[in-house]
């Protein structure tokens, strides 16, 4: 069965996840500094609250205030009015402070949780967290914990600063959560030109198809991150034409009936985008090779 989905928030990015973030899952977002992570965080709290449920702001970076103001000035007016009615709760807390936190209180807080199992939790940024601890083996234990915990009670989007060479991912305060997280999205910005030189990727998402097309964006006050998905980016139906289809019934003759089943289930799954740099009969070709 197909893994349920909840809307990011964020207008183009569900068609390049299969309809958005798994349910119950971690997901990140890294950029480098003013790629808009704290803005798709913005978007993605302010979904659930429209929708009926309650947000959960981690910050160990601004205080509560200066991101309210934030995402005043980003067009979200209303966001007092969740904070006020306590629907939308910030914590604000330090790197080494959010150990202890962690450690001793978060249990706590989520074993009396009595809200929705459909919150949505944002914890912006994650980096310090993993800079607090030494020990790799520590960051994992404590990261792991952290998710685990936060899942219980609904959707988790962690944000992480992008400070290694652009583009490689590879920053040791990334690789971990990076690991750990259902989904991972990529900010970037390539300095081109004078508009569309943002970009977004989708490197992962668990248990789910996703595009591996690397997106331009904007951010757009009122809107948040808008996705301008460049075509043929989102999920395909099968489309295979007529004349392929004749090529492998021929082809197939060769072949054992259960190869042939295995075969026409693998081609069901086939489309335009997914295959690549193949074309359908040379793949074809390459899985009937397999039987001989
Ligand atoms: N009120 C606004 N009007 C127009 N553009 C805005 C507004 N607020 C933010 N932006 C745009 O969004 C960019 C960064 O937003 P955001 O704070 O979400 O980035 P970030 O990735 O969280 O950065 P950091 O790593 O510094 O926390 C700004 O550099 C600006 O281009
Ligand atoms: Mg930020």
């Known amino acids: 069965m197909a893994v349920e989905k909840v809307r990011s928030g964020i207008p183009g990015l569900d068609n390049l996840m299969d309809g958005g973030f798994n349910k119950n899952s971690v997901n990140i977002i890294i950029g480098a500094a003013g790629t808009g992570k704290t803005t798709a965080v913005f ?23 200066q991101l309210i103001r934030e995402a005043i000035n980003l067009g979200w007016e209303g966001i007092q009015d969740y904070v006020d009615s306590e629907r939308l709760i910030f914590m604000e807390a330090t790197g080494s402070d959010f150990l202890d936190f962690i450690e001793n209180e978060l249990p706590d807080l989520i074993g009396n949780w009595e809200g929705s199992t459909d919150a ?23 990261l792991s914990s952290l998710f685990k915990l936060t899942r219980k009670i609904g959707h988790v989007v962690g944000t992480l600063e992008e400070h290694n060479t652009f583009g490689t991912l ?32 989708v490197i992962k998402c668990r248990s789910s198809w996703h595009s591996e097309a690397t997106n331009p964006y904007n951010i757009i006050p009122g809107s948040g991150i808008v996705i301008h998905a460049i075509e043929g980016s989102g999920k395909k139906v099968s489309d295979i034409p007529e004349d392929v289809n004749a090529y492998m019934d021929q082809e197939l003759l060769s072949l054992p009936l259960e190869a042939r089943n295995r075969i026409r289930e693998a081609v069901h799954h086939m489309n335009n985008t997914d295959i ?17």
Do not use: C
């Open 170 to 201: 590879t920053g040791s305060e990334s690789i971990i959560p990076m690991y750990l997280a259902d989904s991972v999205i990529y900010l970037s910005y390539i300095g081109l030109g004078f508009s569309l030189n943002r970009m977004l990727r």
């Open 43 to 65: 978007q993605f709290l302010r979904k659930g609250l429209e929708e009926g449920s309650e947000g959960i702001y981690i910050t160990l970076d601004e205080t509560k205030d």
């Open 276 to 292: 690549g740099i193949f074309n359908y009969k040379e793949l074809i070709r390459l899985l009937i090779d397999e039987y001989k």
């Open 120 to 142: 949505r939790i944002a914890i912006d940024p994650l980096t310090p967290v993993i800079w607090a601890v030494k020990e790799i083996y520590r960051q994992r234990e404590i």
